[in-house]
């Protein structure tokens, strides 16, 4: 790519993320905590999200999405979970997840029929992988779907699923071959109004409270064939492929959040004075700060990598978990020395680093553990 072109592109990067930052002190700060505390799920903003949009960052322009890149779809989270870490999770839940899996797996006719309201923000997407007692060990899932003429007949339940209740579509991750076989899963499109498709018990969560997370519930559930996505018994493997990139977006959400901290935490040991002078002037006050700094630095250089490798359409299974586990680690750490700075008031819900704090943990467990990160990274260098 030639000079010109590349500034281009840092120019496309820069507005757009100068428009989700804007979005996100406008619409989203001022309620914030009446948010969190409500457990409120702000449906109607992601409908203004999808006219600006940032809920089909990825998908192609014929589709009606905004048809950019890794790059911006990483901007995007970042500057909003700076502000509200809840929000950023359902955008990058709706766009990396169900829209993606659509987007990378679904027919002509699926994507003519679903991403545009996806897109749009018209239309919220779920995605369900995981069951109660199938977190990590999804081949042992307990969904199933068999086939009855023309139809797939889905029961069972899925677990700790983003938008579950207030959802309009799902793509669901069902079983329809035997116990632990990858090519005994199915994915398939199930749209709310569907008879025997409900949601469930919404998890009152200790962070990300204005995401909402809840059960999908499928009794007799019927679905047309035209329904399943990509070929039946393919599902576990497109899932793998759709979690290598929905790992970038968790590292952007958790990036978002430790800069949020960060800066939070500089600003205020400029401001608060101790001893005469403000805190900042501290050696272990600016250590801190040091190692907030540098850490991110190294996390956003693995996310830019993954993502860089992602546009160009390489596989990037190894550093899409290496740049998710470390920026997870990395947004946990540094929220937890941000409530450090703000001592006392860092405990208390009139200072932002608390939501930071609450809201980091979950990004060490979503859409893989560390511990599976580090599974996939040992294997992956392993096979060198």
């Not at 679903?114 to 919220?124: D, E, H, N, T, V």
């Not at 499109?189 to 949601?199: A, C, D, L, N, Y």
């Not at 519930?217 to 393919?234: A, M, Q, S």
């Not at 576990?236 to 959040?257: V, W």
Request: proline share 2%; glycine share 10%; aromatic share 8%.
């Amino acid at each position: 790519m030639n000079a010109f072109a590349n500034s281009l592109q840092d120019e496309n990067l820069q507005m757009i993320g100068q428009m989700a930052r804007d979005f996100a002190e406008k619409e989203i700060r001022p309620h914030v905590m009446e948010w969190d505390e409500s457990q409120h799920f702000p449906k109607d903003l992601f409908h203004r999200l999808g006219e600006l949009g940032m809920m089909g960052v990825l998908v192609p322009q014929e589709y009606g999405g905004a048809g950019l890149g890794y790059f911006e779809y990483k901007t995007v989270i970042e500057e909003i979970a700076k502000v509200c870490g809840s929000i950023g999770l359902s955008v990058a839940a709706h766009n990396s997840l169900c829209t993606g899996h659509i987007m990378m797996f679904g027919s002509e006719a699926q994507k003519q029929k679903y991403l545009p309201k996806l897109a749009s923000g018209q239309w919220i997407g779920a995605w369900g992988l995981t069951e109660a007692n199938t977190g990590s060990d999804a081949m042992r899932m307990q969904c199933v779907a068999r086939k009855e003429g023309n139809e797939w007949v889905i029961n069972g339940t899925k677990n700790w699923i983003t938008h579950g209740i207030s959802g309009d579509v799902a793509v669901v991750l069902a079983r329809t071959g035997d116990l632990l076989d990858s090519n005994g899963i199915t994915a398939f499109i199930v749209e709310r109004s569907t008879p025997g498709f409900k949601g469930g018990k919404k998890e009152n969560k200790l962070g990300m409270r204005a995401s909402e997370t809840a059960e999908l519930i499928f009794e007799d559930c019927r679905i047309p064939e035209e329904n399943v996505l990509g070929e039946v018994g393919e599902g576990f493997k497109q899932a793998m492929k759709i979690l290598d990139g929905g790992r970038i977006s968790i590292g952007a959400l958790a990036l978002g959040i430790a800069k949020g901290a960060m800066e939070a935490s500089k600003q205020y040991a400029k401001e608060r004075e101790q001893f005469g002078q403000p805190i900042a002037n501290f050696q272990a006050i600016a250590f801190k700060l040091a190692d907030m700094a540098t850490e991110v630095e190294a996390a956003e250089m693995l996310l830019n990598q993954a993502a860089y490798l992602k546009n160009k359409g390489e596989r990037v299974t190894r550093i899409s978990a290496m740049a998710k586990y470390y920026a997870s680690e990395v947004s946990v750490r540094v929220s937890t020395d941000a409530v450090q700075i703000f001592g006392g008031y860092g405990y208390t819900k009139d200072f932002p680093v608390e939501k930071f704090y609450r809201d980091c943990k979950l990004c060490t467990i979503g859409e893989g553990t560390s511990e599976i990160q580090k599974l996939v990274i040992s294997r992956d260098i392993l096979k060198d």
